[in-house]
């Protein structure tokens, strides 16, 4: 569970992400759903991805994933993970600075942002 779906008219593409809901896992014959935290990559898109609510986790290959797959209908948190652009700080003469400088085509980004319908850029 590494990768993620989503509607590339909301979420960023290629970005990382942290997802945190309940996923399904084979133990012997038994199927059950447990908590799911983990780190994953916003990879893919799909027909029936069509909105901020829903996220697809790639559950693998095989049978194995096929059964897990068809059985993952969870509500969860998304959250996106972003580099912040360094603030201002204020050197010992009293003269405001940035440690790093702004090339001015990059875009301003959120540390954080947990997916709610809203889009991912402070613009």
Same mark, same amino acid.
């Given at each position: 569970?590494?990768?993620?779906?989503?509607?590339?008219?909301?979420?960023?593409?290629?970005?990382?992400?942290?997802?945190?809901?309940?996923?399904?896992?084979?133990?012997?014959?038994?199927?059950?759903?447990?908590?799911?935290? %983990?780190?994953?990559?916003? &990879?893919?898109?799909?027909?029936?991805? @069509? !909105? *901020?609510?829903?996220?697809?986790?790639?559950?693998?290959?095989?049978?194995?994933?096929?059964?897990?797959?068809?059985?993952?209908?969870?509500?969860?948190?998304?959250?996106?993970?972003?580099?912040?652009?360094?603030?201002?700080? %204020?050197?010992?003469?009293? &003269?405001?600075?940035?440690?790093?400088? @702004? !090339? *001015?085509?990059?875009?301003?980004?959120?540390?954080?942002?947990?997916?709610?319908?809203?889009?991912?850029?402070?613009?």
């Amino acid at each position: 569970y590494r990768s993620i779906a989503t509607d590339k008219a909301v979420f960023p593409r290629g970005c990382l992400a942290f997802v945190k809901t309940k996923m399904p896992f084979l133990r012997g014959q038994a199927i059950s759903d447990q908590n799911f935290d %983990s780190f994953a990559l916003d &990879q893919d898109t799909g027909g029936a991805i @069509r !909105s *901020a609510g829903r996220t697809d986790v790639f559950a693998g290959t095989g049978p194995e994933a096929e059964l897990l797959a068809g059985r993952t209908n969870a509500e969860g948190r998304l959250y996106y993970i972003f580099v912040k652009e360094p603030a201002a700080v %204020s050197s010992s003469d009293g &003269q405001a600075g940035t440690s790093v400088a @702004r !090339s *001015a085509a990059s875009p301003k980004y959120p540390t954080l942002y947990q997916g709610s319908g809203r889009k991912y850029r402070d613009d």
